[in-house]
Each structure stands twice: as structure tokens, then as C-alpha cells.
């Protein structure tokens, strides 16, 4: 634990720098820039589990949303080398992200928790789980026996993820997203108030209706392109799988706290 208890805002900001968790992060202007042209030329693939349509075909276009919203230098001639990711644009995004955690703990909302980098951030959204059950929220069982092409979808500590040979999988797609909701309506279960995940889960989710918030690194501008249009929620800036995911801690504990879930 780098920060022992809840840091103050100062305190995790420092903090994010330090584990590059935000500022000079691990991901090169190159790769943005590469995803951002293959989201604009309709890759669907990094779409993550959105419908784009023609809205962001313009690749200056999304790299002025993500320098908005992230922190991503804004110099279309700047095309190799360092980026960033603004840890004061972090620590807003978990605030606003904290208002909407407060708000289902109020109402004791249902909340389903997914996501496609468990080698991240698998242990931010099982804490998080665990804070809303303590508060009455209803933490949703996903249906059994749910596949997709790349693999099972599991649940594990309350977090669904992709299982592929018996390893937890990394994945983009809003497929296993797709097959937990199509599987509740299958069963006549009610859909989640909440998701809070990543990648093509969150995406997914957000795009059929469903309140969707959460994390996204600074190569994928999709949810954040979704937020800015208003069909996400809330998308929080941050290098999604770092040296150890036990650097997540202290911004873990500041969420929970702004949430007074902690």
C-alpha cells in the first residue's frame, strides 16, 4: 500500500504521477494516435461495444475530446514519443464517478461489476462491489453458463470477467457484455441500475440503456467519446494496468471515500 488510509486530493494526484498511474503514463503518443485513427476509420474494435456511427470520422476530433478529458497533449504534429494523462482530470473523473456510487447506495440500486483488464483493475471493482453490498445495494449474479467466441464469462469476486484456458482474459469486446444482459432478459431478471466496469463492458452497457461508468486508459477514446455525448456516465482517465495493481489502493480508498461508502 503506497499510501496508508485515504489520501487526501493532493496526496493521490502525487501519487498517480509517481505510480504513472497518470501523468507521463507507459502508453506512447504513437499507439494514441494509432487507435484514434483506427477508431475514426470505423475499426470496430475500438469501439468498445459502442455505435460511432459517422459522428467521429475526423481522428482531430477525437484527439480534441481526449486532450479535453484526459490530459493527451494536443498537438496534432506531435506524433511520437511521451503522452500524459492529467491526474487532476483523474481525480475529477472519481469524484463524479463517487456521486453516482452514493447515489445507488442510496436507493440500494442492483449493480453489476465487470471488467476486460483483471490484471488491473479486478481488485478496484471487487473493493467497490464489496463497499455497495455493506450499503444495501444489490451486487448482480450473472447468469450461468454465458459464452462468447473468445471465451466463458465468469463471475469471480463479484466482478465478471472472460475466461479462456483457464486464465482470466484481457478484452476489448462488449460481447461478454452483450451475453450477461441478453441472459437476465432470457431468465425474466431485471437489467442493472448500474455498471461499473471497462472497456467493451462498460461501452456495451451504456450503449443499450443501462447507467454505465468507468474506467478507460489513454488509447481507448471510445468511452470517453460516449461520455462526451452523454451515453456513458462518467469515463475515468488512467494507465489501466500498471507495475502492481496494489497501486489502485489509495485511489480505491479515495473513491470509496468520496463516496461515503468508506
Not at 15 to 24: E, K, N, P, Q, S
Not at 83 to 101: K, N
Not at 203 to 219: P, R
Request: with cysteine; aromatic share 6%.
Amino acid at each position: 500500500m503506497p499510501i496508508p488510509g485515504t489520501p487526501s486530493r493532493a496526496e493521490l494526484a502525487e501519487h498517480l504521477v509517481r505510480t504513472r498511474i497518470a501523468g507521463d503514463v507507459a502508453t506512447p503518443r504513437e499507439n494514441n494516435l494509432s487507435h484514434y485513427r483506427k477508431l475514426a476509420n470505423g475499426d470496430r474494435g475500438f469501439w468498445l461495444g459502442l455505435e460511432l456511427g459517422d459522428r467521429w470520422s475526423d481522428e482531430q476530433d477525437v484527439l480534441a475530446v481526449m486532450a479535453e478529458r484526459v490530459g493527451v497533449n494536443d498537438d496534432p504534429e506531435h506524433r511520437y514519443g511521451q503522452d500524459t494523462i492529467d491526474p487532476e482530470l483523474t481525480v475529477s473523473a472519481l469524484e463524479r464517478m463517487a456521486g453516482r456510487l452514493r447515489k445507488a447506495a442510496d436507493g440500494g440500486q442492483r449493480v453489476l461489476f465487470a471488467t476486460g483488464h483483471p490484471g488491473g483493475l479486478l481488485d478496484v471493482h471487487r473493493a467497490t462491489a464489496a463497499a455497495l453490498r455493506d450499503a444495501g445495494c444489490e451486487i448482480v449474479v450473472i447468469p450461468e453458463g454465458l459464452t462468447t467466441e473468445e471465451g466463458y464469462v465468469q463471475q469471480f469476486a463479484d466482478v465478471s470477467v472472460l475466461e479462456h484456458g483457464a486464465s482470466l482474459w484481457h478484452t476489448h469486446s462488449g460481447e461478454p457484455m452483450k451475453a450477461i444482459l441478453t441472459g437476465l432478459e432470457r431468465e425474466g431478471r431485471p437489467l442493472p441500475d448500474l455498471v461499473v466496469a471497462d472497456h467493451g463492458w462498460a461501452g456495451y452497457a451504456a450503449q443499450h440503456g443501462v447507467d454505465s461508468i468507468g474506467y478507460a486508459d489513454c488509447n481507448d477514446p471510445a468511452l470517453f467519446l460516449a461520455e462526451s455525448e452523454g451515453t456513458l456516465q462518467v469515463a475515468v482517465p488512467l494507465d489501466d494496468h500498471v507495475v502492481s495493481p496494489r497501486y489502485y489502493d489509495p485511489m480505491t480508498a479515495y473513491l470509496l471515500t468520496e463516496a461515503g461508502l468508506k
